[in-house]
């Protein structure tokens, strides 16, 4: 646990520290889940519930260069299955919460992999941030081989995207044919501009903040959008998003959808960021845009 003077988390703020300090203050929050304001009050209950559903599920524990991962995998009653979905959480969430969404995938036919990302979860370490999570997502994605589609919300849906783009220091591209992005942000420069307005970084503060995640991504922050990265790819895209998301804007499934070729758009209402991962409409586009894939036909 990084130490935090007492006034600063008292008034969640960190207004009243040297710009330089309280940059690297940021970083080290912004970089541990577990001290994210994104987390529910109740999140141990949420958490006991959800991982009841994991129950069936077959457990195996990869070893990456990051973190050992937790993964889960449900397996389908057909037999050949259709294919192998990897399916990604987002910041400060687990693999339990997906459970909703793997379900109807499996029932569909494919073999579903949901995993914790480093230092969430049950998976190893304390701390990660964004290229971290995206090495081990690409190690796991290696280790499950032949994936045929990612299913990823929020956040969940840059790092994908990052280790499929195998861009250094991924080890190389994925090939994904089809890629479903459940409210995710497109530019990680929205997320970090959010990540200061909490904490009440100043200018400088918020510049000295994103430089330290700039030293570990690789490459400036504005390079990091999902709309760059599809359009170095040639995976199909299915972008869903609620209308009225408090947490990210619906203004970004626009920016994905408009300059994205391959990408299709559905917009929701009244499901809000979290609770779209239970909203029926989200488990029908979804399954029929996957399977879409495997009965050989395109968009």
């Known amino acids: ?40 009050p109740n999140q141990s209950a949420l958490v006991e519930r959800a991982r009841f559903h994991l129950r069936k599920a077959e457990w195996r524990r990869i070893t990456t260069p990051v973190a050992d991962i937790q993964t889960y995998t449900f397996h389908p009653e057909q037999s050949p299955s259709r294919g192998t979905i990897l399916v990604s959480h987002g910041w400060t969430s687990e693999a339990s919460f997906m459970t909703a969404i793997a379900e109807p995938i499996r029932r569909a036919g494919f073999r579903v992999v949901l995993f914790d990302l480093p230092a969430h979860g049950l998976s190893g370490g304390q701390s990660t941030h964004l290229v971290d999570c995206a090495r081990a997502t690409s190690f796991v994605a290696r280790v499950i081989g032949n994936l045929d589609a990612i299913v ?43 990540f200061s307005r909490h904490w009440g970084l100043s200018q400088a503060g918020h510049r000295a903040f994103e430089h330290r995640l700039e030293r570990v991504g690789g490459r400036p922050i504005g390079q990091f959008t999902i709309v760059k990265i599809l359009q170095s790819m040639r995976s199909n895209v299915l972008v869903m998003h609620d209308r009225d998301d408090e947490d990210v804007s619906f203004e970004s499934a626009e920016e994905i959808a408009a300059c994205v070729d391959r990408a299709e758009l559905v917009e929701l209402r009244g499901f809000g960021h979290r609770n779209i991962l239970l909203a ?20």
């Not at 849906?157 to 280790?163: P, T």
């Not at 090939?175 to 497109?186: F, S, T």
Request: with cysteine; charged share 15%.
């Open 1 to 40: 646990m990084i130490w935090i003077a007492k006034s600063v988390w008292e008034e969640k703020s960190l207004s009243t520290m040297p710009f330089g300090i309280a940059g690297d203050m940021a970083f080290r929050i912004f970089c541990t889940p577990r001290l994210s304001h994104y987390r529910a």
């Open 280 to 299: 029926p409409p989200v488990m029908r586009f979804m399954v029929s845009f996957l399977v879409r894939g495997t009965n050989g036909v395109g968009g």
């Open 152 to 194: 990823a919300h929020s956040f969940g849906g840059m790092i994908s995207l990052v280790a499929a783009e195998g861009l250094s220091p991924m080890p190389g591209p994925l090939d994904i044919p089809r890629v479903v992005l459940i409210a995710c942000p497109n530019r990680l420069s929205q997320v970090t501009s959010d």
